[in-house]
């Protein structure tokens, strides 16, 4: 997706050659105009599936998530918690998670009453790295016996193992912009 | 907001006499057709106030905050962050807040690269009970000196003081649904 290549190209920081912030747009600061076309060019993508909703985990992926399901007949959104609060429900399916950018194990959890093996999900998310997080959710629909219609990421970092693991359980995976390797400070895109 | 009420009544579960649980389209799942209704209502109520950013808190303010910027002109929505990653910037507008449904203090944490005197904002949460949140956020706009043009909140609990404490500081508080009471786990509207 051009547009979105053209926005990292232009705003990301770069740390240690390593890190992607996109905190301007994507993280912190959410630009609500790019997240619409991101939400058609997800549409294109998966024009062929059926989405009777559309499962994401806290927090970066919460709002692309909701802005994505108005090009999807403007299905529920789901999406795992990592912090309960006192009042959720026990009755919860769970998966283990490892996230890099905080160095520390979450257990990510969604109420049972939210996932039906009727379900066709599509998954969508911000970042797709070690895959940790997106394994982590496919698990948990797995557990629920709900369909997965496909995994909808912005950027993948190619350098990282997650694309291999979603392919090898046969998930359609796409994503926006593909970082194949950070050089000098400069994004290279697949 | 009527719709606002009737979901409420047909769909909210009640604890206690006290606690409203609305996990089933606002907090945990998320009725992306009904947010954006919900963002129609906020533009006719602040119809006079220039709006140039919105602003919410970690978790669930940020899909309703989302879809209401769509009614705003797409201003960009920055959220609050209460779990913060080891690549944010150190630079930042904080303030405590109590989470009374986690039983915790957090530190909630803006980067001020993106508030600054000249952003007219507009709060967007959803749910004002103590106000401790919403108290949290007027505190870091107040360091921005950005000028907060109004508080918009789904469901307000009038039982508890967070109006009054709003209200204290000249701010436009507008809330879609204010829940007077509970009574034999039946909800009544102001």
Redesign the interface.
């Known amino acids: 997706m051009q547009l979105l290549k053209d926005r990292i190209r232009t705003d990301a920081k770069i740390?240690e050659n390593r890190?992607i912030?996109v905190?301007?747009f994507l993280n912190?600061?959410?630009?609500?105009?790019l997240?619409?076309e991101i939400g058609k060019e997800f549409k294109r993508r998966f024009s062929n599936k059926e989405v009777t909703k559309i499962i994401t985990i806290?927090?970066s992926g919460?709002?692309i998530?909701?802005?994505v399901?108005?090009y999807f007949n403007?299905?529920?959104?789901?999406?795992a918690?990592?912090?309960v609060?006192?009042?959720?429900?026990q009755d919860v399916y769970e998966a283990k998670v490892y996230?890099y950018?905080?160095?520390q194990e979450y257990t990510i959890k969604?109420?049972k009453?939210?996932l039906s093996p009727n379900d066709k999900v599509l998954i969508i998310d911000d970042f797709l790295a070690s895959g940790s997080a997106l394994m982590g959710l496919v698990n948990l629909l797995f557990q629920s016996s709900a369909e997965i219609s496909g995994a909808g990421i912005v950027i993948e970092k190619t350098f990282q193992e997650g694309r291999k693991r979603i392919e090898e359980k046969g998930i359609q995976l796409e994503s926006l912009a593909i970082i194949d390797s950070i050089k000098d400070g400069q994004v290279i895109f697949k």
């Open positions: 740390i890190i912030k905190d301007n912190h600061q959410l630009d609500i105009a997240f619409n806290e927090t919460i709002a998530a909701s802005i399901a108005q403007y299905v529920p959104v789901v999406f918690k990592k912090h609060g006192i009042n959720m429900n996230s950018t905080k160095d969604i109420s009453e939210f």
